[in-house]
């Protein structure tokens, strides 16, 4: 059975992945519900509870898979964003959010049965989500419960995220002594107080069966597993591998296919199999879109958009409840490496929601093969930069009206983002684009097979940490000590230089440790025919970050012309790492890109 299961992408295609709205009007929550257009042949569906923060966004594509895996095994499935995360409403403001989260599975819970027909529902969650799941399962009876790699207890989650924000760049004191953050997610003292108190072995699920499956890189203990069993639980541990590689960041994340199917198959086994008790495939028309509440005064609609040649790529669009100035230009957001249309930390919901209480429209969108972006070609998927990428973004525009091109745009996106806006900017002469925002870009050009390793990033990157470093005393200290690494610091000197003399040559190449490739791309020229077409540029960059220095070493005298003329405007963050994870920094972004927005076409 599992190798049936391994289905190949073709059965993919039958899988019917609706996204919906649901929840109370005060928190309204984002749905996907997966099923097969084929009769049900279990009477149980289940619930796939995400992870929180960065593990949210990593795991993305797998949790899709996994939905996808029990649509096809006869089992309806559905995945959600909590209240505050994601796509759902409300935002992760002071207080405890831990009760928000575990209303939010009791609402997907209601809406699941709702939407199968099926009476029996269980719980599926990974990480943090295992955790909240069993805490609802608590008070919920429920089908079964599996719980992958999640943390035992509340004080193991919070020692977790304290240990990974000691890795990150300095903190701006806001939040008080209290205040953890890691992972572009921030827990304010009273969420931290509450998680603390978890601690599921003191928990008696009221599941019909359990599932516990170990994280696959650290030792498995039976801590949970002989507490349940001593209070009567249908309860057994199996351990399977993909959790690890499945948590690394997005761009290298790994969908454990192999995992998942053998967890869809132990669901399977144990589903009701009697006749009376199959879903009643009852089919209830989904919401599309919605009045959505925010943190700014007054609220949002926003609504599902599907766009390309197929209808399979996917983007969502916030707008005003009454749109007011239908001359604003609209704000077309693109994905940020391979993050899904949340954006880094949540970065791009906020944007899109603040710009529309204020009047405009915004489009956040996803490159095919990222999010909610299908492509039946696996090698396809999870790409940070596509060559097509202007031809996506022409689509998304196309698919706001026959009068599209009448429209004004803002084009804008973090990293690969930046480089998707630079070139729509480029290449899309036939529709309105008057300014494109380039949030942190780390490269103006790309091509197929370019990778870090041997593309000028890496070089601008070293480069920019040894300029940080050369004002450490500790850091000359241990180059005198002999222990830096000497010839990591001449290679990224020698291709520095390198650099700096191709570019002022008139041509942006390629340089790495093996020698120079020729690119045939000129940022000079390229930025003298974005704006001599009436288009501006701006660019958001965290003070520490390459994007500046990339700017400026391939086009320093046209980038200052234009800087001087007001045709460029550049907006420096502090304190900020690439993808503004920490909380205040975030927030300066956000207030410095809205800020430049009302100035240009509100206040203007």
């Known amino acids: ?47 796939i509870c995400p992870p929180l923060a960065v593990e949210y966004v990593s795991t993305y594509r797998s949790m899709r898979y996994m939905a996808d895996y029990f ?52 719980l599926l969650g990974l990480r943090m989500g295992g955790t909240l ?13 599996v719980l992958w790699a999640a943390l035992e207890s509340g004080r193991k989650f919070i020692r977790e995220t304290r240990a990974l924000q000691m890795t990150g760049l300095s903190q701006v004191k806001e939040g008080g002594a209290g205040l953890v953050e890691a992972g572009g997610m921030v827990y304010w003292p009273q969420t931290v107080d509450a998680i603390q108190g978890v601690v599921l072995a003191n928990n008696r699920p009221k599941a019909s069966r359990i599932l516990i499956i170990p994280r696959d890189d650290f030792k498995a ?7 349940w069993q001593g209070q009567g639980c249908n309860v057994e541990q199996i351990e399977y591998p993909g959790s690890a590689e499945m948590l ?94 949340v954006g880094p930390s949540r970065l791009y919901v906020t944007i899109a929601r603040e710009l529309a209480c204020l009047g405009f429209r915004a489009l ?26 202007s031809d996506v973004i022409h689509q998304a525009m196309a698919s706001l009206g026959v009068a599209y091109q ?35 870009p780390l490269t103006f050009y790309w091509h197929k097979g370019m990778e870090f390793e041997n593309s000028p990033t890496k070089n601008f990157g070293y480069w920019n940490w040894y300029k940080q470093a050369i004002k450490d005393p500790e850091s000359w200290k241990k180059l005198l000590r002999g222990g830096s690494n000497y010839a990591a610091l001449f290679d990224t000197i020698f291709n520095r230089i390198k650099i700096v003399f191709y570019a002022k040559m008139g041509r942006f190449r390629r340089v790495t440790s093996g020698g120079q490739t020729p690119i045939e791309d000129d940022l000079n020229e390229d930025l003298m025919t974005i704006v001599t077409a009436g288009r501006r540029l701006s660019f958001i960059l965290a003070r520490s970050d390459p994007g500046y220095d990339v700017l400026m070493t391939s086009a320093g005298n046209t980038a200052r012309k234009l800087m001087k003329d007001s045709r460029i405007n550049i907006i420096m963050i502090e304190d900020a790492d ?27």
Request: hydrophobic share 40%; net charge negative; with cysteine.
């Open 406 to 440: 009448d429209n004004k745009y803002v084009v804008t996106g973090l990293c690969s983002g930046a480089y998707f806006s630079f070139h729509a900017a480029l290449d899309l002469k036939d529709v309105n684009i008057v300014e494109s925002i380039l949030i942190n």
């Open 248 to 341: 690394l960041v997005a761009l290298d994340s790994v969908v454990p296919h192999h995992s998942i199917v053998e967890i869809v198959e132990w669901v399977r086994k144990g589903a009701h199999e009697l006749a009376k008790e199959r879903c009643d495939n009852t089919r209830f028309p989904p919401r599309n879109s919605v009045i959505m509440p925010t943190t700014a005064e007054g609220e949002v609609k926003e609504s599902f958009v599907h766009f390309g040649v197929n209808k399979d790529c996917f983007a969502i669009l916030s707008e005003p409840v009454v749109l007011a100035d239908a001359s604003l230009p609209i704000i077309v957001i693109v994905n940020s490496g391979a993050n899904h249309r």
């Open 364 to 389: 956040r969108i996803d490159i095919p093969g990222l999010g909610d972006s299908i492509v039946y070609d696996r090698e396809q998927e999870n790409k940070d930069y596509i060559a097509a990428s």
């Open 1 to 47: 059975m599992p190798n049936k299961l391994l289905k190949t992408d073709y059965d993919f295609k039958t899988v019917v992945r609706t996204p919906l709205y649901f929840g109370s009007d005060e928190k309204r929550l984002i749905g996907w519900f997966h099923h097969t257009n084929t009769a049900q042949q279990y009477g149980t569906a289940v619930v």
């Open 133 to 145: 799941a069993a805490l609802v399962s608590e008070e919920i009876a429920i089908d079964f419960l």
């Open 71 to 122: 649509a096809l095994a006869g089992i309806p499935a559905f995945r959600f964003d909590y209240h505050g995360t994601g796509d759902s409403s409300g935002a992760n403001d002071d207080g405890n959010r831990l009760d928000d989260w575990l209303w939010s599975i009791e609402q997907a819970i209601g809406e699941m049965k709702r939407l199968s027909g099926c009476e029996k529902v269980g």
């Open 221 to 227: 203990n039976t801590r949970l597993i002989d507490a």
């Open 578 to 604: 690439h993808t503004f994870s920490k909380y205040k920094p975030r927030c300066d972004a956000l207030n410095a890109f809205i800020k430049h927005i009302t100035a240009r076409y509100l206040n203007a």
